[in-house]
């Protein structure tokens, strides 16, 4: 049975940093793309970042890039989402989702491409 789980949400202030981590069992972070999303109430949920696992083509949303970085550690079979410079517009429930074939073209923005999802990790910036 495939298990995603995020960890390393939290409250911070304006500026701040968080990272977040994804977590496979039962699935190898290998060959494939893991993405990160957040959804904040009253809004769709919308694509943070992507990676493709194996190669390291990173992929970012325009509201997040150059403050937003996603990494992987293949021997721990993690994913990270470090998050700098956080504003209260980051405030958001993230969500690690897993196995899509690719995330070229913009699929790793695509929900419906994502074989597994995670249950989401709080994060609540305050000013």
């Known amino acids: 049975q495939v298990q995603v789980v995020e960890s390393g949400g939290g409250s911070v202030q304006v500026g701040g940093s968080l990272r977040l981590s994804c977590v496979a069992s039962?699935?190898?972070?290998?060959?494939?793309?893991v993405g990160w999303f957040r959804q904040a109430p009253g809004k769709e949920r919308e694509g943070v970042a992507g990676?493709?696992?194996?190669?390291?083509?990173?992929y970012y949303g325009d509201s997040v890039r150059g403050r937003f970085t996603i990494s992987e550690d293949n021997a721990k079979n993690t994913v990270y989402l470090q998050m700098n410079n956080l504003t209260p517009e980051d405030s958001a429930m993230y969500y690690c989702?897993?196995?899509?074939?690719?995330?070229?073209?913009?699929?790793?923005?695509?929900?419906?491409?994502?074989?597994?999802w995670g249950q989401g990790t709080q994060v609540t910036v305050s000013s």
């Open positions: 990676i493709y696992t194996g190669g390291g083509s990173t």
């Open positions: 989702a897993a196995g899509a074939e690719s995330c070229t073209g913009g699929y790793w923005e695509v929900e419906s491409e994502y074989n597994y």
């Open positions: 039962g699935y190898i972070f290998s060959d494939n793309c």
